[in-house]
């Protein structure tokens, strides 16, 4: 199980020991009041027992802090494809190094949490870490910080089809694809590809890869949409230059740390179930969801029996912390 989760309901579990343990203490120091002499030391006695013991589970409670953690941060498999050609100028390419450290303070990096990997591609793809490369954000910051600036052609194409062939493979550290790490590519390119991009990006899509297209300047925006995911909404972003780059950091944020359900405004009727940038609405047993994707209607085929209680809900957390939800 995720380090996280396991904290939060430890975290759960100890603050309704501390709490059950707190009254119990109030209720004895009341009670001493009333009784005679002897009974009254040895409830006074117990009382100080108990009120150690909730301090013991109040600094128990104090070593895991969940809420430390902005980020929800669900595991990724996240590799960044950053175009690397000549027309990027030098400070520019500054800026997207910046733009992608600034994008890793999101990311719960480690082996069992977000794996990251990246690859710059001019005329050719150049592989600068796998997703099994780093194990820490300190390690991947280093090594975005010193990538160094290929200034050759734009090959996006090319650069679309290594990911989804080598990048995201297990050999270089995709977990496998039965876990359900989302595998997320996040393409970053200021030109027109030199190659074509709409079949290569479709069959990487199909292959499971989640695509984010960020184009910057004068970046055709049908390009970015043959690259990216749907819904374009959501996976394809163009900006005016390399400076207003950092105006998506604050997108990203509540993309890669919130639950989505909790940062949208998602209308789903009965529930809605996030997964990192997306999310899906569901309906409460008995109903099934309408063709819009958020209301429910009831089930006619499937009608509640008059003996039956209220749906059941059971949250089931995964090993890697995804939440089932089950009816
Ligand atoms: C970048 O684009 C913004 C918005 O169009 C503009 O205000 C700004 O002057 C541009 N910056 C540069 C360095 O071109």
Partial sequence: ???????????????????????LCLSLSLLTLQLSHPVRMRSLALGLFCLLCCNA???????PRP??????????????????????????????????????????????????????????VQPEFSLNTYTTKDRVEQAVRSMEHLATGTMTGLAIQYTMETA??????A???????PRIAMVVTDGRPQDTVEEI???????????FAIGVGRVDMNTLKAIGSEPHSEHVHLVAN???????????????????????????????????ASYRCKCRK??????????????????????????????TLTSYGHYLVTF
């Fill in 1 to 23: 199980m995720q380090a996280g989760s396991l904290h939060c309901i430890v975290g759960v579990f100890v603050s309704v020991l501390a709490l059950v343990s707190l009254s």
């Fill in 67 to 124: 809420i430390a953690d902005p980020c929800k941060a669900m595991p990724l498999d996240f590799v960044f494809v950053i175009d690397s050609s000549r027309s990027i100028r030098p400070n520019d390419y500054e800026k997207v190094k910046a733009f992608i450290v600034n994008l890793l303070q999101f990311l719960k990096v480690g082996p069992d949490a977000t794996r990251v990997g990246l690859l710059q591609y001019g005329s050719v």
């Fill in 168 to 173: 995201f493979t297990e050999e270089e550290g």
């Fill in 242 to 276: 390399f400076s207003q780059i950092e105006t998506l950091i604050s997108v990203f944020q509540s993309k890669l740390c919130g639950e989505m359900c909790e940062v949208v405004d998602h209308q789903c009727q009965h529930i809605c179930v996030s997964s990192p």
């Fill in 286 to 315: 008995g109903y099934q969801l309408n063709v819009d994707l958020k209301t429910c209607d009831s089930n006619d085929a499937l009608p509640y029996s008059s003996g039956t209680s209220l749906p059941s809900l059971l949250v």
């Fill in 201 to 211: 990006a479709a069959q990487a899509r199909q292959a499971g890869i989640q695509i």
């Fill in 57 to 63: 589970v109040r600094l128990d409670g104090r070593r």
């Fill in 175 to 181: 977990r496998p694809a039965d876990l359900l790490i």
